[in-house]
Each structure stands twice: as C-alpha cells, then as structure tokens.
C-alpha cells in the first residue's frame, strides 16, 4: 500500500471526550486486552454488512468483489497485526468523523458518570455498558495506521489516518487499490503476545466464530514433498516445504442461523457482546425459529443484565437489528418491539421481507406487526419462565428493568395481564424500598373481607413509606404497595384492576366501606361530625382559596391531617409531576382532612374566635402537603405561623 503524502497531512486533536475514554480504557482493559480483536473484527463484520446492504439497491459498488471477508494478519518481523475487510471502508470526512471523536449519543454524560464512579470496578461495569470500540486498539499498540477506502469512490480518494493515541491523530488522501478498510498496529512491548497465530486463533473462536463473515488468517503449513512412494531415497533427502496458505479460522455462520442444540452458551454470549456493544454477559436469552406457517422468520432476542447508562436518553437506540434472508437491512428497529421492550437486544431475521425495504415501509407491514407480537410473547414468556423459576435471575432483571417493564400495560393493553404478573413492588410489610412483591403474593396475603389492591404513591420511598393515609391500613393489618417510580402514576392509571380484584389509591375519596369501623366506631365519628362541624365550617370558609373542603377523617390516627383527591380526580401525586415536567393542569384543589383525635383539633376548636384560628388551620394544611412530599407555595408564611404558634 501507498504512503501518506505529506503534502496534505493533516494534524488534528483528538474531542476531549476521546482523549479522556482513551485513558480510561487504557487502564481498565489492561486485565482484558485481548477484547480489542472481538471490537476490531465487529467493526469489520458491520463494514461487511453495510456494503451488502447498500449494494442491493447499487451492486456496482461491489466491483466485482461480493465475496466479502476478514483478514487478520501478523507479522513477527515488524511487530504489526492487521486486521483488514473488504466492506464499505470510510470517506475522509467519516474518518475525521468516526475516528476523531468518540461518536455516540451520550458521551458526555457517560464520562460525568464515570467521573463520579469512585472505585474502579464501577468503572469497568460502565465502560462495559458503553462499549470498547475501535479505540481498544491503543490499549495494545504504540502506533494505530487505517487505510480505507470507501466503496464507490476511485482509488485516489483513499484515506490515511494515524495515531498514537495520545491526543491528535493525523489524516490525508493517498491512492489504495483495494476497498474497504485495513488497520495495522504497532504493538507495544508487553503485548507481543499477539503475534502468535495459536493465540489469535484462540481469541477468534473464543469472541467472534459466529461473525457471518470468514476470518481469514495466513498460516504457515508444512507441505508433504509430492514424489511417489518408491522414491523413499529422494524423499529423505528433501525436507518438508513450508508455505502460507489462507485458512478461514472461525465457523463463519451467523449463530442465529444454527439449530439451537448446536450452539454453546458462550457462543450465545460472545455474539450477544458482538450486537449489543456490551461488554457484560447477557442475563438470559431466547432463540426461536417460525417457519411452516404463514411467516418464516428467525429471533434470536436477549436480555442485558444492566441497564445502561442512556437508556431514559430520548434518543436510546433500540438494540435489535434487522436482517433479511441474512442480509443486514437497518439497526435500532424500533417496529420490531415496543418501547417498554426497548432493553431488549438482538436479532431478527425474516424471509418474507423484501430486501428493499425501508423504516416506512416497516411502519405499516402487516408482516411486521406479526413479527413484533412473536417478539413480543417470546420476550414476556422468558421473563415469565425467569419470574417462575429462577427468581434471583428475575430479581437483577427487575432491578434493572422493571421501570421499564411498567410502562407496559399501557403501551400494550393485549398483554395487560401477562405484564402485570410480572410487576414487583415493595409494600408496607417490606422491609426495604426494594421491589420484589408481586401482585400474587399481594392477593394471597390479603386480611379477611379485604378484595381490593391498596396503593399509595408519592414521589419518594420514604415520602410512601410515612404517607399519613397509611395509618388506618396499618392498624388493620393491611398491606399496601408504596409506589414512587415516576413511571407508577402511568401504571396504575392503566392496570386498574388484577384478577378481578381493583386498585385503588388510598389518598383519593373516601376511605373505603369495607375497611370502616365497627357501630361504636361509626357512632363516635357521628357524635365528633357534630361536635366539630361549626369548626370544619370555619376552616373551610378560611381555606377557601386553597381547597375543595375540610373533612374529619376515618384514616387518620396519629397525624393531624392530610390531603386526599376527589374520587374522580387526578391525584395529587399525579399533578405535581404534571407541572414540574412544565404542562398546564386544571386547577384543582384538595379535600383537607382533619383527625379528631389530635390534640390540635382540640386546640382549633377552642380558638375559634382568636386569630390564630386562621394561622393553624393554615398550618394544619401544609404539614398534609408536606406530608405528601408536596411544595408549600409560600414556605416562608408557614415558618412564620409554625413559629407563631409554637411560641
Ligand atoms: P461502534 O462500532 O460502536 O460504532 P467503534 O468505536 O467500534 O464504535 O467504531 C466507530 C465507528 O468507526 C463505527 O461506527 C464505524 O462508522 C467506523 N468504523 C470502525 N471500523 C470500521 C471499519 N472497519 N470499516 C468501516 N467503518 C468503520
Ligand atoms: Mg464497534
């Protein structure tokens, strides 16, 4: 191959961003450094992909040459590994684009997470989430050469690029014969291990036998001499010839091609590390064939065992990646699942398809639709199997996942109750905010006479955990599920009910019949109804402005009070999110309720004619908005009164 002209090199600095991956990556690869070969080989199978791809709408671009490969090359005498594809290769402006800066949504955010990661193990699990890349080849290498050279574009418009991944890169035209894309490092000292066709090969197999392209490796082969059999004099005499030969290294079929009995599971965990850039091991999988019927198409679907760092991104990219009788067509298949399904990672492959097809026509396929509810049922059916029977697997999965989980049954109303026998909550009876209680276990440890599923949300665990509606549920021994992921709001605005048995919020309305008090009870909040009713006027009359009406309550059995929406109304959980994320809600207020049995009722009755009547009905409103984990309009009034009355 052909100089660089130095002519037009140009010296560029490398994004802040790369630099600093680069040094990250260095240090933390150090223990893993084989893995630059899997990035560097991924890096050429999607090369591949993507020149098959294109050249099904323009075969020109092939040249000639469809008979797409990997080599991967080593040279003991200059210290070099290469490896090389005859893909789609890169124009100048790619190069400075792809190789210049690390170029992924998100960048900046990975690396102030990093930064905050203290201990290097943290770290590892984030470089692990954001995938290795080309850069992994300085972890190995002094010096990093590319040239490539775009399919389509004459063989003067080749590029050069060097590095020695410090902080600038080099890059200028030269002339290339060969399309597509070669990378020669220079390696360091201490990773001349590589230069070793036993370890490559180890290496290869190990990471990358199920890429869909042949690896190809030049070995040295001892050839048998060709004289007869007679001629044993002569043969002793000529030593064995050794030559070079090509041999494909890997088994070169796409994996989710292969019978399942066929495939070991760290075959299905390198390839799940080769389309999902992860770096971790997949928590689980599922490989299905449909053929027979009216649809013939292959997934091969997994599930991380994290979550990564931009997954709650607007722009998080979905991980399936579509194929066509084994052509690559397009990643980020949104069609494919829905986006409560969007951790998923994978593969499908379809035969009814057409080659040509585009993301609009992917909108309104039918053919489409079929494939997405078979994704759909194979993905809840393996979280299905998880959740039965290996519940610690189910556990990580929820952990990471589960807030993703629950925007299900409102995104797909099909799959309601199947999605919902996978929620995990925590609750009342839990002894921490960790979500493991599902809505079975919740019925089959409901009290006598109670038929419907308590809830209360809040925009914290602990804010839940002390919510003053509680203390009723407490004292009968009901058990109530605290939500505070801000997804809950959604989820139970659409699962409003599970094996016949409703959820209901127990901050909204009144407190339900079935949990009311026996006739004594019943009798005494009467007599109190009409003892306190002229002080209930009273505050309503005071609070007017900023409630609906002020209520005793039959929840309430320590605290003084508390807010509940209406029946019909929007909670008041709900609307506070609702105007922080900035919408415009109706103007709504809250129903005050007020514990007779608390000493400041007391206290409110006998300053009814005083000033500070206003000052603490006041008072006993706010603490209820506080209480909710709510904002005070004016928290600087409150502090005032709150200090009024103390004194
Ligand atoms: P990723 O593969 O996740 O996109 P990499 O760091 O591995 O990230 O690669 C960065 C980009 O460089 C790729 O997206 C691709 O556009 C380009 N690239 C890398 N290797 C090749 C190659 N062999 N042929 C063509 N383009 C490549
Ligand atoms: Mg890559």
Not at 223 to 231: F, H, K, N, T
Request: with cysteine.
């Amino acid at each position: 191959m052909v100089k660089a002209q130095s002519a037009t090199t140009q010296k560029k600095k490398f994004a802040t961003e790369t630099k600093q991956v680069l040094e990250l990556f260095a240090k933390w690869l150090y223990q893993n450094k084989e893995i630059f070969l899997r990035e560097l080989i991924s890096n050429a199978s999607d090369a591949n992909d993507k020149l098959k791809m294109l050249a099904l709408k323009d075969e020109d671009l092939f040249a000639g040459d469809s008979d797409l490969k990997i080599w991967v090359m080593y040279n003991k005498a200059t210290k070099t590994l290469t490896v090389r594809d005859n893909g789609i290769g890169m124009s100048m402006d790619e190069v400075v684009e792809n190789l210049g800066t690390i170029a992924r949504s998100g960048t900046k955010q990975f690396i102030d997470q990093l930064s905050k990661a203290q201990s290097t193990d943290a770290n590892g699990q984030l470089i692990g989430q954001f995938g290795v890349g080309f850069y992994s080849a300085f972890v190995v290498s002094d010096r990093v050469e590319v040239r490539t050279l775009r399919a389509g574009l004459p063989g003067d418009q080749g590029v050069f690029w060097q590095s020695s991944g410090v902080d600038s890169y080099e890059v200028s035209a030269c002339e290339l014969t060969q399309r597509g894309t070669e990378i020669v490092m220079h390696l360091k000292e201490d990773a001349e291990e590589f230069l070793d066709e036993f370890r490559l090969r180890k290496i290869i197999t190990t990471y990358s036998d199920h890429i869909a392209y042949p690896i190809v490796m030049f070995v040295e082969k001892t050839v048998e001499s060709v004289a007869g059999q007679d001629d044993k004099e002569s043969k002793k005499d000529e030593k064995p010839r050794k030559e070079i030969q090509e041999e494909v290294v890997n088994q070169a079929n796409a994996i989710w091609t292969v019978p399942k009995k066929d495939i070991k599971d760290d075959e299905y965990e390198a390839f799940y590390k080769h389309v999902s850039h992860d770096f971790n091991q997949p928590l689980a999988w599922t490989h299905n064939k449909v053929e027979g019927g009216k649809l013939e198409y292959t997934s091969l679907l997994y599930l991380p065992s994290q979550a990564p760092f931009d997954l709650w991104n607007r722009e998080y990219k979905h991980g399936l990646k579509l194929y066509v009788q084994r052509v690559f067509i397009l990643d980020d298949a949104k069609n494919l699942l829905p986006t409560y399904l969007r951790f998923v990672k994978g593969v499908v492959d379809s035969n009814d398809l057409p080659l040509n097809v585009s993301r609009e026509v992917l909108q309104n396929s039918s053919t489409v639709d079929m494939i997405r509810s078979g994704c759909v049922k194979r993905v809840l059916d393996l979280l299905g199997y998880m959740a039965e029977n290996e519940s610690d697997k189910y556990q990580t999965f929820w952990d990471a996942f589960g807030a993703v989980l629950k925007e299900g049954p409102a995104e797909d109303f099909a799959n309601k109750d199947k999605i919902a026998e996978l929620l995990r909550f925590t609750s009342t009876r839990s002894e921490d905010s960790k979500q493991t209680l599902s809505l079975a276990s919740y019925v089959e440890g409901m009290v006598e006479g109670q038929d419907k599923i308590y809830y209360v949300i809040a925009d914290s665990y602990r804010a839940a955990k002390n919510s003053p509606h509680l203390e009723l549920f407490k004292n009968k021994g009901i058990d109530v599920l605290l939500l505070s992921d801000r997804v809950d709001e959604w989820l139970v605005s659409r699962l409003t009910e599970y094996k016949g048995k409703s959820l209901v919020s127990i901050a909204r309305g009144e407190v339900d019949e079935a949990l009311s008090m026996d006739d004594e009870e019943k009798a005494s909040i009467k007599a109190s109804e009409e003892a306190f009713s002229d002080v209930l006027k009273q505050a309503e009359t005071v609070l007017k402005e900023r409630v609906k009406s002020v209520r005793l309550s039959k929840r309430l059995t320590s605290s003084a009070s508390c807010i509940v929406a209406d029946e019909d109304e929007m909670s008041v959980n709900l609307r506070r999110m609702l105007i922080e994320s900035g919408q415009s809600v109706p103007e709504m207020k809250p129903i005050l309720e007020l514990n007779v049995k608390h000493p400041l009722m007391v206290r409110l009755k006998d300053e009814m004619q005083d000033e500070r009547f206003a000052d603490l009905a006041n008072v006993l409103l706010d603490q209820a908005i506080l209480a909710e984990g709510g904002q005070l309009e004016d928290p600087s009034a409150f502090v005032k009164r709150m200090n009024d009355l103390v004194s």
